[in-house]
Nanobody, 114 residues
Framework: VQLVESGGGSVQAGGSLRLSCASSGSIYGTLCMGWVRQAPGKEREGVAA????????YYGDSVKGRFTISRDNAKNSVYLQLNNLKSEDAALYYC?????????WGQGTQVTVS
């Protein structure tokens, strides 16, 4: 499985971005897909996750009410809408998927907040 993220960039505080993650395989049968971020000098932090089959969502406390995860099973893609961005949201955002064979990661997309 290969995951390719896109949509990162540089925005001012209060701005928005939409991250995309395209999988090379079908996402419907996966256990979950999600986003994890890592800022310099900090540990990786779970941001959001979604079950492609049920649509059930999970959010980290620091992003609840500001970020929204969604999926398009037909496009084998997951999205993360980032609203009201804060300086502490700046990080490298990774897409990840967990299926019956393992955990897979994308290369990451950078989000910078000024």
């Amino acid at each position: 499985v290969q995951l390719v993220e896109s949509g990162g960039g540089s925005v001012q505080a209060g701005g928005s971005l939409r991250l995309s993650c395209a999988s090379s395989g079908s996402i419907y049968g996966t256990l979950c897909m999600g986003w994890v971020r890592q800022a310099p000098g900090k540990e990786r932090e779970g941001v959001a996750a979604i079950s492609p089959a049920s649509g059930k969502r999970y959010y980290g406390d620091s992003v609840k009410g500001r970020f929204t995860i969604s999926r398009d099973n037909a496009k084998n893609s997951v999205y993360l809408q980032l609203n009201n961005l804060k300086s502490e949201d700046a990080a490298l955002y990774y897409c990840a998927t967990l299926d019956g064979e393992g955990l897979y990661w994308g290369q990451g997309t950078q989000v910078t907040v000024s």
